[in-house]
């Protein structure tokens, strides 16, 4: 009988020491857990500061216009022959207009 409460004796305090041990983990695994989310927010952050200086940046405006089909046709086929974009054609044209 007594090597019986023994070991219940020592298995519990192995399952003592187990379940110590299992916090300890668990409470450096939280820590690490709230180290990764601060940088990762702070990472975000970064990338955000960063995204709204490039666009503050850009020295280049979006113009939006609408024209009629055959202009259309014309720009395109005029943009074709000349191997380049429509937006670099148009470009090019509005910047010698203005010149």
């Known amino acids: 009988m007594t090597n019986v409460k023994e070991t219940e004796k020592e298995a519990r ?9 299992a916090r300890e983990i668990v409470k450096k695994a939280r820590e690490k857990a709230r180290e ?3 940088t990762a927010q702070k990472q975000a952050k970064e990338v ?5 200086k490039v666009k ?3 020295k280049d405006k979006f113009l939006h216009t609408r024209v009629p089909e ?3 046709r014309k ?20 910047e010698d207009v203005f010149k």
């Open 13 to 21: 305090e192995i399952i003592k020491k187990a379940k110590a041990e």
């Open 75 to 94: 720009i395109k086929k005029k943009a074709e022959e000349m191997r380049v974009p429509v937006s670099i054609l148009i470009r090019n044209t509005l």
């Open 48 to 52: 955000k500061c960063k995204k709204e």
């Open 56 to 58: 503050k940046e850009r």
């Open 70 to 72: 055959e202009l259309e």
């Open 36 to 38: 990764i989310k601060k």
